[in-house]
C-alpha cells in the first residue's frame, strides 16, 4: 500500500428537486434507489445521496465527459418524471491512495 496520494478525475452531479419532490418523488422511489445501488456496483456512481432539506442530490460520476456525467443522471426515473428540474456537473478530484 502507497502512501502517496492521487487524484481521480470524476463529475460531481448536483440535480435540483422540484419544490413538491417530497411528495411527488414517492411512486419512483424504489427505482429511483435500485438503479443508483446498481450503478454504485457497476463503479458509475463513486457515491450519491440527497440534502436531507430535498433541495438537491448529489453524485459523483465517472464518465469521460460532462455529457456522459449529466446523462447517466437524465436516464433516472427522477428526472423522467420531474422529480429532478436541473441537472449541472462540474470537474471533481477525488483523493485516492496511491497505487504504486
Do not use: Q
Not at 18 to 44: C, I, Q, S, W
Not at 64 to 80: G, H, I, K, P
Amino acid at each position: 500500500m502507497s502512501d502517496a496520494a492521487e487524484i481521480e478525475s470524476l463529475w460531481l452531479v448536483e440535480a435540483t428537486y422540484a419544490p413538491n419532490a417530497a411528495e411527488t418523488r414517492k411512486p419512483f422511489r424504489a427505482e429511483h434507489l435500485a438503479r443508483l445501488l446498481d450503478l454504485k456496483d457497476a463503479g458509475v456512481i463513486v457515491e450519491v445521496g440527497a440534502f436531507m432539506d430535498v433541495s438537491a442530490s448529489i453524485a459523483l460520476v465517472r464518465a469521460e465527459s460532462e455529457a456522459a456525467a449529466l446523462a447517466v443522471c437524465r436516464d433516472d426515473a427522477y428526472m423522467r418524471n420531474g422529480i429532478w428540474v436541473e441537472l449541472r456537473a462540474r470537474p471533481f478530484g477525488r483523493v485516492v491512495r496511491g497505487s504504486g
